[in-house]
T-cell receptor, first 111, second 115 residues
Framework: QKEVEQNSGPLSVPEGAIASLNCTYSDRVSQSFFWYRQYSGKSPELIMS????GDKEDGRFTAQLNKASQYVSLLIRDSQPSDSATYLC???????????FGAGTRLAVHP | DGGITQSPKYLFRKEGQNVTLSCEQNLNHDAMYWYRQDPGQGLRLIYYSQIVNDFQKGDIAEGYSVSREKKESFPLTVTSAQKNPTAFYLCASSPTPGTGEYEQYFGPGTRLTVT
């Protein structure tokens, strides 16, 4: 079992719809979770961090964390073609600031 | 502007040659990291450093070496011992460990091709 798992996609949504990206993790003691966006050929860009159970909203983005289910998700409201990218889920491992990354979900928003 | 710079953006080398990738940050971050990304895969940690003059192996350190002589700089050397060096190399930094801020910020990356 991979430490951080994501559906590779592509996830295709129409413009204006809500895109829902999911991530599961295996280490129950993980405390910190991150979503990065990576455009093709570019480096990852931090979108959201979440540390507590529940929802965290930032503009069109909402991160949801459920530690009991070891599940973290990212919702993108009013999806735009410019949101088309690969979204990486990352989980902090242990006492050091080391992140474990999922392989990413490719999102395609079509007009 | 504060940020992380990596150079060069593209690098081509012949097999058997060592090559050094540069990473500089002016964010005043203590911790720095090197990752490798292969097509369709997530990022894998090569080395990390929490403080000057100290660094630790990550998950795939074989064939790589680093130094951390200055807070701002964390160069990565890809040696001839690395069996599959062609990849996208990403440098990242994060604030001081223990502050409760764990976000890592990435440089633009170096795409290394070895033939």
């Amino acid at each position: 079992q991979k430490e951080v798992e994501q559906n590779s996609g592509p996830l295709s949504v129409p413009e204006g719809a809500i895109a829902s990206l999911n991530c599961t993790y295996s280490d129950r003691v993980s405390q910190s979770f991150f979503w990065y966006r990576q455009y093709s050929g570019k480096s990852p860009e931090l979108i959201m961090s979440i540390y507590s159970n529940g929802d965290k909203e930032d503009g069109r983005f909402t991160a949801q964390l459920n530690k009991a289910s070891q599940y973290v998700s990212l919702l993108i409201r009013d999806s735009q073609p410019s949101d088309s990218a690969t979204y990486l889920c990352a989980v902090k491992r242990g006492g050091y600031n080391k992140l474990i990354f999922g392989a990413g979900t490719r999102l395609a928003v079509h007009p | 502007d504060g940020g992380i710079t990596q150079s060069p953006k593209y690098l081509f080398r012949k097999e058997g040659q060592n090559v050094t990738l540069s990473c500089e940050q002016n964010l005043n971050h203590d911790a720095m990291y090197w990752y490798r990304q292969d097509p369709g895969q997530g990022l894998r940690l090569i080395y990390y450093s929490q403080i000057v003059n100290d660094f630790q192996k990550g998950d795939i350190a074989e064939g790589y070496s680093v130094s951390r002589e200055k807070k701002e700089s964390f160069p990565l050397t890809v040696t001839s011992a690395q069996k599959n060096p062609t990849a996208f190399y990403l440098c990242a930094s994060s604030p001081t460990p223990g502050t409760g801020e764990y976000e890592q910020y990435f440089g633009p990356g170096t795409r290394l091709t070895v033939t």
